[in-house]
C-alpha cells in the first residue's frame, strides 16, 4: 500500500502485519506503538478525521525517512483510538492503548476527551500530548503525564484582543462599536462572557450580545438586528454551520461591517467554507490555530492533504507536529521508555525543529508549550493567509473593508 | 430596545417565509396524525434522507434541487408507501403504541445510514440563485424563500384539492373518520394508509428541496424542524391541512419577533409558549375542532 493513501482499512491491516509479522532479521529494531486518539464518529468526527490524517502522515514520514535512530531505526506503529466524540470514549479507548503497551497518547481534539483521556492515562504514568484542546484546565492540574504544543484558551484569547487593537490603531482606529454573535454552549457564552469584560477595556464599545441556539434554522434575525445596529464590527462565536449561516445572511442583507472578526472559529481557518462560499468568507478574520506558512513543510504538507482530496485544516499540522514532538523526545530518550519520554518531553527546547507551526523555541512549563500561540487569518482572494504576527504573515491586513 | 418599523416589517415577513416551510413540513405530520393517529418519529429523520437526496441531485447530477422537487416527491412517496405497506403496517400488529417503536426504530436507522454514508459533515450546495434578494420597500427578501413560500402555498392547494375533489382524498377522509366504517363499503384501509403516508413523505421530499438553497444538511439536521412542527400540528389542530399551514406562518412570525426582541436562544421560548398555551385553552387547535 502506498503510504500517504492509506485509509481505514489499510491502518487495519497495517496494523495487523505489524503484530503478527516476525521480525525481519539483523537489523530491524521493534516498532515502538504511538496511541492517536481522535473522535472520528459523532458530532466531532470532522475535526477527528483531519487529526487523524495529521498524525498518519507524521508516522509515515518518520518511518518513510528510516524511523527513530536512537532507537536502531525502529518504526513507529500506529495503535489508533476513536473517542467516539465524548469523553467516556476518550477514555475507553487510552485504556485499550494501555493494554496495547503504547509509549504516549496524541491528541484528543476536544477540551473535555483531552480532560479526561489525560486523566485516565496519567494513572499509568503513560504520556499524553493534546493536539487541540484549549481549556486552561487542561494543564493546571497538575499532572506530570499532559502536556500540550498549542496554546490555551487564555493565550489565544488575549492575542486575539492585543492583535485586534493593534490592526485597529493601524488602520487609524476605524472601529469603536462591535457586536458580538455566540452560540450559547459553554464555548461560545464563556466567549462573549470574556469579550464583554475585555472590549470596553480597550476603547471598544459593545452595542449587544446575540446568543443564538446550535442548530439554528435561520439566521434572519441576527442579521436583522446587526443591519439595525450597524456596528462597526462583527466578533461571531459559532461552530461550522451557524457561522456559515450567519455569513451568507448578512451578504445577502447587504450587511458590510468593517471587519468580520472571529476568535476559534468553527469555519472562519476552515477551506471547505472558503472553497464553498467564497464570497461570504472574503475577508473574513480568525484568531486561530494555523501551520506556519514560512516553513516549507507546511506546504508540502498542505500538498499531500489536498491530493487526497481534502481540505487543509489546522487540525492536520497540530496532530503532524504533536507526533513529531513525541518522535523528538524518543529520539533524545533513546528509548521507548515511558519515564525516560516524559523526562524528555519536558526538557524539550528550541532545537525541536519538525514541527510547522508558527511557534518560537520551545519551553514546556508544568506541561505548557510556552511558546505556543494562535495567528490571526484572514481569508483573501479565497484563500487563507495570515495577517499577524507580522513576522509570520503572509498577507497585509484588509482593514477596514470598504465597499 | 426599540427597533425602526422597516426592521419589524422585515421580521415579520421573514417569519411568513421560513414559516411557511415549517407548515410544509407540519402537513405530512399532521396528515399522517389525521388519519393514521400515530406520531411518526421518523418524520425528522426522512425529512434529512430527503434533503440528502436532493443534495446529491445537485452536487452528483447537477439538477437544481427546484427541478428535483417533482421527481423527488414520486420517489418519497413511494418510499413512504413502501415503509407504511412494508414495515410500520404489519411491525404495528394494529397497536398505536407498537407504530411509536416502530417509527422511532425506522428514524435511528435511517440517521446513522446517513451518518455511515455522508459522515457528520455539514454540507451546503451553491446555487447562482442562492444569494439573489428581491427588493420590498425597504426589505430584502431572499428569493430562495419566496420560491419557497410560493411552492408551500401550491402544494397546500394541492393537497386540498385532493381531499375534497377526489376518490381518493374521499378514501382518506373516510378512513380517518371511521376506519371500520371505510372498510365495510369496500375501502382498502392498508392501501390508503400507505397512500397517506407517501403524501406525508412527499412533502417532506418538496421541503428538502426548498430548503437547501438556503441552508444544509447533516445527518441530524431534520430534528431542528421536527420540534417547532409538532407545535405547529398542535397549534393547527391535529389532522387541518389548513391547519399547518397558517400554524407555521404564525409560529414563524412568532419566533421570528420573538428572536428579534429577545435574541435567538431565548426567542425559542415563543414557540413553546405558544404550545403550551393552545393544549391548555383550546386543545383542538385553531381548525382541529371537527376532529
Given at each position: 500500500?502506498?503510504?500517504?493513501?492509506?485509509?481505514?482499512?489499510?491502518?487495519?491491516?497495517?496494523?495487523?502485519?505489524?503484530?503478527?509479522?516476525?521480525?525481519?532479521?539483523?537489523?530491524?529494531?521493534?516498532?515502538?506503538?504511538?496511541?492517536?486518539?481522535?473522535?472520528?464518529?459523532?458530532?466531532?468526527?470532522?475535526?477527528?478525521?483531519?487529526?487523524?490524517?495529521?498524525?498518519?502522515?507524521?508516522?509515515?514520514?518518520?518511518?518513510?525517512?528510516?524511523?527513530?535512530?536512537?532507537?536502531?531505526?525502529?518504526?513507529?506503529?500506529?495503535?489508533?483510538?476513536?473517542?467516539?466524540?465524548?469523553?467516556?470514549?476518550?477514555?475507553?479507548?487510552?485504556?485499550?492503548?494501555?493494554?496495547?503497551?503504547?509509549?504516549?497518547?496524541?491528541?484528543?481534539?476536544?477540551?473535555?476527551?483531552?480532560?479526561?483521556?489525560?486523566?485516565?492515562?496519567?494513572?499509568?504514568?503513560?504520556?499524553?500530548?493534546?493536539?487541540?484542546?484549549v481549556?486552561d484546565?487542561?494543564v493546571?492540574?497538575?499532572?506530570?503525564?499532559?502536556?500540550r504544543?498549542g496554546p490555551g484558551f487564555g493565550v489565544v484569547t488575549q492575542t486575539a484582543?492585543d492583535?485586534?487593537?493593534?490592526?485597529?490603531?493601524?488602520?487609524?482606529?476605524?472601529?469603536?462599536?462591535?457586536?458580538?454573535?455566540?452560540?450559547?454552549?459553554?464555548?461560545?457564552?464563556?466567549?462573549?462572557?470574556?469579550?464583554?469584560?475585555?472590549?470596553?477595556?480597550?476603547?471598544?464599545?459593545?452595542?449587544?450580545?446575540?446568543?443564538?441556539?446550535?442548530?439554528?434554522?435561520?439566521?434572519?434575525?441576527?442579521?436583522?438586528?446587526?443591519?439595525?445596529?450597524?456596528?462597526?464590527?462583527?466578533?461571531?462565536?459559532?461552530?461550522?454551520?451557524?457561522?456559515?449561516?450567519?455569513?451568507?445572511?448578512?451578504?445577502?442583507?447587504?450587511?458590510?461591517?468593517?471587519?468580520?472578526?472571529?476568535?476559534?472559529?468553527?469555519?472562519?481557518?476552515?477551506?471547505?467554507?472558503?472553497?464553498?462560499?467564497?464570497?461570504?468568507?472574503?475577508?473574513?478574520?480568525?484568531c486561530?490555530?494555523?501551520?506556519?506558512?514560512?516553513?516549507?513543510?507546511?506546504?508540502?504538507?498542505?500538498?499531500?492533504?489536498?491530493?487526497?482530496?481534502?481540505?487543509?485544516?489546522?487540525?492536520?499540522?497540530?496532530?503532524?507536529?504533536?507526533?513529531?514532538?513525541?518522535?523528538?523526545?524518543?529520539?533524545?530518550?533513546?528509548?521507548?521508555?515511558?519515564?525516560?519520554?516524559?523526562?524528555?518531553?519536558?526538557?524539550?527546547?528550541?532545537?525541536?525543529?519538525?514541527?510547522?507551526?508558527?511557534y518560537?523555541?520551545?519551553?514546556?512549563?508544568?506541561?505548557q508549550n510556552q511558546a505556543g500561540q494562535p495567528?490571526?487569518?484572514?481569508?483573501?482572494?479565497?484563500?487563507?493567509?495570515?495577517?499577524?504576527?507580522?513576522?509570520?504573515?503572509?498577507?497585509?491586513?484588509?482593514?477596514?473593508?470598504?465597499? | 430596545?426599540?427597533?425602526?418599523?422597516?426592521?419589524?416589517?422585515?421580521?415579520?415577513?421573514?417569519?411568513?417565509?421560513?414559516?411557511?416551510?415549517?407548515?410544509?413540513?407540519?402537513?405530512?405530520?399532521?396528515?399522517?396524525?389525521?388519519?393514521?393517529?400515530?406520531?411518526?418519529?421518523?418524520?425528522?429523520?426522512?425529512?434529512?434522507?430527503?434533503?440528502?437526496?436532493?443534495?446529491?441531485?445537485?452536487?452528483?447530477?447537477?439538477?437544481?434541487?427546484?427541478?428535483?422537487?417533482?421527481?423527488?416527491?414520486?420517489?418519497?412517496?413511494?418510499?413512504?408507501?413502501?415503509?407504511?405497506?412494508?414495515?410500520?403496517?404489519?411491525?404495528?400488529?394494529?397497536?398505536?403504541?407498537?407504530?411509536?417503536?416502530?417509527?422511532?426504530?425506522?428514524?435511528?436507522?435511517?440517521?446513522?445510514?446517513?451518518?455511515?454514508?455522508?459522515?457528520?459533515?455539514?454540507?451546503?450546495?451553491?446555487?447562482?440563485?442562492?444569494?439573489?434578494?428581491?427588493?420590498?420597500?425597504?426589505?430584502?427578501?431572499?428569493?430562495?424563500?419566496?420560491?419557497?413560500?410560493?411552492?408551500?402555498?401550491?402544494?397546500?392547494?394541492?393537497?386540498?384539492?385532493?381531499?375534497?375533489?377526489?376518490?381518493?382524498?374521499?378514501?382518506?377522509?373516510?378512513?380517518?373518520?371511521?376506519?371500520?366504517?371505510?372498510?365495510?363499503?369496500?375501502?382498502?384501509?392498508?392501501?390508503?394508509?400507505?397512500?397517506?403516508?407517501?403524501?406525508?413523505?412527499?412533502?417532506?421530499?418538496?421541503?428538502?428541496?426548498?430548503?437547501?438553497?438556503?441552508?444544509?444538511?447533516?445527518?441530524?439536521?431534520?430534528?431542528?424542524?421536527?420540534?417547532?412542527?409538532?407545535?405547529?400540528?398542535?397549534?393547527?389542530?391535529?389532522?387541518?391541512?389548513?391547519?399547518?399551514?397558517?400554524?407555521?406562518?404564525?409560529?414563524?412570525?412568532?419566533?421570528?419577533?420573538?428572536?428579534?426582541?429577545?435574541?435567538?436562544?431565548?426567542?425559542?421560548?415563543?414557540?413553546?409558549?405558544?404550545?403550551?398555551?393552545?393544549?391548555?385553552?383550546?386543545?383542538?387547535?385553531?381548525?382541529?375542532?371537527?376532529?
Amino acid at each position: 500500500m502506498s503510504g500517504m493513501m492509506m485509509g481505514r482499512r489499510g491502518l487495519m491491516l497495517a496494523s495487523a502485519a505489524g503484530l503478527s509479522a516476525p521480525r525481519v532479521a539483523g537489523a530491524q529494531a521493534p516498532a515502538v506503538k504511538l496511541g492517536i486518539l481522535q473522535p472520528v464518529t459523532g458530532a466531532l468526527s470532522q475535526d477527528g478525521e483531519y487529526g487523524r490524517l495529521g498524525a498518519e502522515l507524521a508516522i509515515n514520514e518518520i518511518n518513510a525517512s528510516g524511523g527513530l535512530r536512537a532507537l536502531g531505526g525502529a518504526r513507529i506503529e500506529m495503535v489508533f483510538g476513536d473517542a467516539r466524540s465524548n469523553p467516556e470514549g476518550g477514555v475507553a479507548e487510552v485504556e485499550k492503548m494501555q493494554a496495547e503497551g503504547v509509549v504516549a497518547v496524541v491528541g484528543g481534539f476536544a477540551s473535555p476527551i483531552c480532560l479526561a483521556a489525560s486523566q485516565a492515562a496519567s494513572r499509568y504514568d503513560l504520556p499524553y500530548i493534546v493536539d487541540v484542546g484549549v481549556s486552561d484546565q487542561i494543564v493546571s492540574r497538575g499532572l506530570t503525564n499532559t502536556f500540550r504544543f498549542g496554546p490555551g484558551f487564555g493565550v489565544v484569547t488575549q492575542t486575539a484582543l492585543d492583535n485586534l487593537v493593534a490592526l485597529n490603531d493601524a488602520a487609524g482606529k476605524p472601529a469603536r462599536t462591535v457586536v458580538i454573535v455566540h452560540e450559547d454552549g459553554l464555548f461560545g457564552s464563556g466567549m462573549a462572557r470574556l469579550l464583554n469584560a475585555e472590549l470596553p477595556k480597550r476603547g471598544f464599545e459593545v452595542m449587544e450580545t446575540i446568543a443564538h441556539p446550535t442548530p439554528a434554522r435561520d439566521m434572519n434575525n441576527v442579521a436583522l438586528r446587526i443591519r439595525a445596529l450597524r456596528p462597526d464590527l462583527v466578533i461571531p462565536s459559532s461552530y461550522y454551520a451557524e457561522f456559515v449561516l450567519l455569513s451568507r445572511t448578512m451578504q445577502q442583507q447587504r450587511i458590510r461591517p468593517k471587519g468580520i472578526y472571529c476568535v476559534l472559529n468553527g469555519a472562519a481557518s476552515n477551506f471547505r467554507f472558503v472553497r464553498e462560499f467564497p464570497d461570504a468568507a472574503n475577508l473574513v478574520m480568525d484568531c486561530n490555530h494555523w501551520a506556519d506558512p514560512r516553513k516549507p513543510k507546511t506546504a508540502e504538507l498542505r500538498r499531500a492533504v489536498e491530493a487526497q482530496n481534502r481540505f487543509w485544516l489546522y487540525n492536520t499540522p497540530l496532530n503532524y507536529s504533536a507526533v513529531m514532538l513525541v518522535a523528538d523526545a524518543l529520539e533524545r530518550a533513546g528509548r521507548a521508555d515511558r519515564a525516560a519520554v516524559l523526562q524528555a518531553l519536558a526538557a524539550t527546547d528550541g532545537r525541536f525543529e519538525r514541527h510547522i507551526m508558527p511557534y518560537g523555541a520551545t519551553r514546556f512549563v508544568n506541561g505548557q508549550n510556552q511558546a505556543g500561540q494562535p495567528v490571526n487569518t484572514q481569508v483573501q482572494g479565497g484563500d487563507i493567509k495570515v495577517i499577524f504576527p507580522r513576522d509570520f504573515a503572509d498577507a497585509q491586513p484588509v482593514f477596514p473593508v470598504t465597499g | 430596545m426599540g427597533f425602526p418599523p422597516e426592521i419589524i416589517l422585515e421580521a415579520v415577513l421573514n417569519g411568513l417565509l421560513t414559516g411557511a416551510v415549517y407548515g410544509l413540513v407540519a402537513l405530512g405530520l399532521t396528515l399522517v396524525y389525521g388519519v393514521l393517529h400515530i406520531i411518526n418519529f421518523a418524520h425528522g429523520a426522512l425529512l434529512t434522507a430527503a434533503m440528502y437526496a436532493a443534495y446529491v441531485a445537485r452536487t452528483a447530477f447537477g439538477i437544481d434541487p427546484y427541478v428535483a422537487a417533482l421527481p423527488l416527491a414520486a420517489l418519497f412517496f413511494a418510499l413512504g408507501y413502501g415503509v407504511q405497506r412494508l414495515v410500520i403496517g404489519p411491525a404495528s400488529q394494529g397497536k398505536d403504541e407498537n407504530i411509536l417503536l416502530v417509527t422511532l426504530g425506522l428514524s435511528i436507522i435511517i440517521e446513522n445510514l446517513m451518518l455511515a454514508i455522508f459522515r457528520s459533515d455539514t454540507r451546503s450546495i451553491d446555487v447562482p440563485y442562492a444569494m439573489e434578494v428581491v427588493e420590498f420597500g425597504p426589505a430584502l427578501l431572499s428569493w430562495p424563500r419566496l420560491i419557497g413560500f410560493g411552492a408551500t402555498i401550491l402544494v397546500g392547494i394541492a393537497l386540498f384539492v385532493l381531499m375534497t375533489r377526489t376518490a381518493t382524498g374521499k378514501a382518506i377522509r373516510a378512513v380517518a373518520k371511521e376506519r371500520t366504517g371505510a372498510a365495510l363499503v369496500g375501502i382498502d384501509v392498508a392501501h390508503i394508509y400507505a397512500v397517506t403516508f407517501g403524501i406525508g413523505t412527499a412533502c417532506l421530499a418538496i421541503a428538502a428541496a426548498l430548503l437547501l438553497p438556503s441552508f444544509y444538511v447533516s445527518p441530524r439536521v431534520g430534528n431542528a424542524f421536527v420540534l417547532v412542527a409538532f407545535t405547529i400540528v398542535v397549534l393547527g389542530g391535529m389532522g387541518s391541512v389548513v391547519g399547518a399551514l397558517v400554524g407555521g406562518l404564525v409560529i414563524g412570525v412568532v419566533e421570528s419577533l420573538s428572536g428579534l426582541y429577545l435574541g435567538d436562544s431565548l426567542g425559542q421560548i415563543g414557540i413553546f409558549l405558544i404550545f403550551i398555551l393552545v393544549l391548555l385553552v383550546r386543545p383542538t387547535g385553531l381548525f382541529g375542532a371537527r376532529a
